[in-house]
């Protein structure tokens, strides 16, 4: 039986540490998304709306390449769902052929 070399145990301890850091930077997209979508809804100005559904679909897009390389459909659902929030606002606020997209980009998450 041989004993891990410091390089093996090296590399599992950078692979872990690399987990962590890619769930807090998906942690932080998807808390800046919702951010973003909070004060879209509730803007009364459609300008400001729709730059700040901008700035969550570049959060949420971000978010999602983490997603896709992750184990764990519970991340891909946490994307798809904010998706599907940002279709709301989107919606609600006349904008149909963008909620549309974020929708299909909702379908293919979850």
Do not use: W
């Amino acid at each position: 039986m041989t004993q891990p070399s410091s390089i093996d145990s090296f590399s599992k301890k950078k692979a872990n540490n690399n987990g962590r850091v890619r769930y807090f930077c998906f942690t932080t997209k998807c808390t800046l998304a919702n951010t973003y979508l909070a004060s879209a809804q509730s803007t009364k100005d459609l300008s400001i709306a729709m730059v700040l559904c901008h700035d969550t679909e570049v959060s949420l897009s971000q978010a999602k390449k983490t997603a896709k390389h992750a184990a764990v459909h519970t991340i891909r659902d946490r994307v798809a769902i904010a998706y599907i929030e940002l279709v709301n606002v989107l919606d609600g606020h006349g904008k149909q052929d963008d909620a549309q997209t974020s929708y299909k980009k909702a379908e293919k998450l979850g």
